[in-house]
């Protein structure tokens, strides 16, 4: 799946650069985030962020919920 301009803008802007669409949580796209490192590497950040995408709103899902929707 294209991940959609605002997802990105809000990852950039959170200083991610890791997006990859997971499949439908609660009825919505949802989008991990995280950071990898210039040999692609993906960099340990403790418990995931989850963006949850209805095609016109993002919420943001920390911690031990984001947990639980992987």
Same mark, same amino acid.
């Given at each position: 799946?294209?991940i959609? $301009?605002?997802?990105? &803008? +809000? ?12 499949? $439908?949580?609660?009825? $919505? ?7 990898v490192? %210039?040999?692609? &590497? ?13 095609? +016109? ?7 031990? %919920?984001?947990? &639980?929707?992987?």
């Amino acid at each position: 799946m294209k991940i959609p $301009k605002i997802i990105q &803008e +809000k990852a950039d802007k959170e200083g991610w650069n890791s997006v990859g669409f997971i499949g $439908k949580r609660r009825g $919505k796209d949802a989008f991990a985030v995280g950071y990898v490192d %210039e040999n692609g &590497e993906a960099v340990p950040t403790g418990l995931p962020v989850i963006y949850l995408f209805d095609g +016109k709103t993002v919420e943001t899902v920390y911690g031990e %919920e984001a947990l &639980e929707l992987l």
